[in-house]
């Protein structure tokens, strides 16, 4: 991942940054772009948040997350229970999603993880469309859990999306 050789206050990085595309990421005073989204990408962040909205959650697609004064993240989905704040959450949502594209993989997914958790997060899901399997973590199971093809996404007691359901809605719109 390339990223900046000089220290950029968060100013100067929302100077530069906002409205660029791909999207930014700050870290620690580094602008850090993300991935650039493919076809497959657009239609799982599409099709999760669908999923997510049938069942009672608020969610949008790359909403930048202030974790820090040093710190915004911009997560592939972000869902809450209640209103969303505006114009961006400055409370801790209840799930982030990171989608992995060809160029992560796992790289930096982990570390994102465990920064959306120190910051409030209850569930953080890490989503492969290759692969076509996923990882859930928790403040209980930080490193994460393996979800099967075959397994279900949770997000508490009422909330459980089935991989099969997800990879089925994201191959009929493929």
Known sequence: MATTTTHLSLEEFHRLYDGVKP??????????????????????????????????????????VKLSDDLELVPDVIASRKK?????????????????????????????????LRWGAKYVWIINPIERSAWLLTRESPRGIRIHPDGILTAGEDTQIPLTELFSEVDKLL
């Open 84 to 116: 969303p704040e505006l114009p961006y959450p400055k409370e801790p949502v209840d799930l982030c999603v990171e989608i992995l594209s060809p160029d992560d993989r796992l790289k930096n997914a982990p570390e994102k993880c465990t920064h959306y």
């Open 23 to 64: 999207n930014h990421e700050y870290w620690y005073g580094e602008a850090i772009p993300k991935p650039m989204a493919t076809w497959l990408y657009g239609i799982f962040q599409l099709v999760l948040g669908m999923l997510l909205v049938r069942r009672g959650w608020h969610t949008a697609p790359e909403v930048t």
